[in-house]
C-alpha cells in the first residue's frame, strides 16, 4: 500500500503502523464477507438437498406402499362382494382386513403428506402450521374453554404475573440513554 501527503508537511512516524493495521482490518473484513457468501451458500444446498429427499421418500411412499395397499382394498372389497349370502363370519372377517388395510392407507397417505406436505410448499410455513393447528385436538378443547379474544387487547401478555403500568419505560429510557452515550 503506498500514502502520500499532498501538503509538504511529513506524515505523523505511526502512519505506516496505522495504514498495515487499517489494510489487515480490511482484508478481514472482505474474508469475512466472503466466508459469510459461501456459508450461505452451504446452507442452501444443504436444504435443497433435504428437500429432495423429502420428495423422494414421497414419491416412493406414493409408488410404492401406497399403490399396493390400494391394490389390497380393492381385492377385500372384490372378495367380499364374491362371498356368498350366509358366510357371516368370513364376511365379518373380510370386513375387518377390509377396515385395517383403509385405515393403514389413511395413514400412510398421512404419513407421506406430513413428510412433505402439500400446504408447505404451496403456502409457506404460516400456511402449514395454521393447518396442522386446525385439525389438532388440542386446539379444538382449548378453543372452547379459552376467554374470548377480545378481553385482550394486542400486545398485552395474558400469561404470568401482571406487570405495573409503565413498567417498560424505565428499559426504555435505559436503552435510549446507553444509545446516547456511545455516540
Sequence with gaps: MLAASLTVKHLPSDAEARIAEFSELIATAISNVEAHADLAASRARLVAAGDDERRRVVRDLHDGAQQRLVHT???????????????EPTSGLMSEALDHAERAM???????????????????????????????????????????????????????????????????????????SRR
Design 73 to 87: 382394498v380393492i381385492m377385500l372389497k372384490l372378495a367380499r362382494r364374491a362371498l356368498p349370502p350366509g358366510t
Design 106 to 180: 389413511t395413514a400412510l397417505r398421512e404419513l407421506a403428506h406430513g413428510i412433505m406436505p402439500a400446504v408447505l410448499t404451496g403456502g409457506g410455513l404460516h400456511a402449514a402450521v395454521t393447518t396442522l393447528s386446525s385439525r389438532s385436538p388440542a386446539r379444538r378443547a382449548t378453543a372452547r374453554s379459552s376467554p374470548p379474544r377480545s378481553r385482550f387487547p394486542a400486545g398485552r401478555r395474558t400469561t404470568g404475573p401482571p406487570r405495573r403500568p409503565g413498567a417498560e419505560r424505565p428499559a426504555r429510557l435505559s436503552r435510549l440513554r446507553s444509545a446516547a
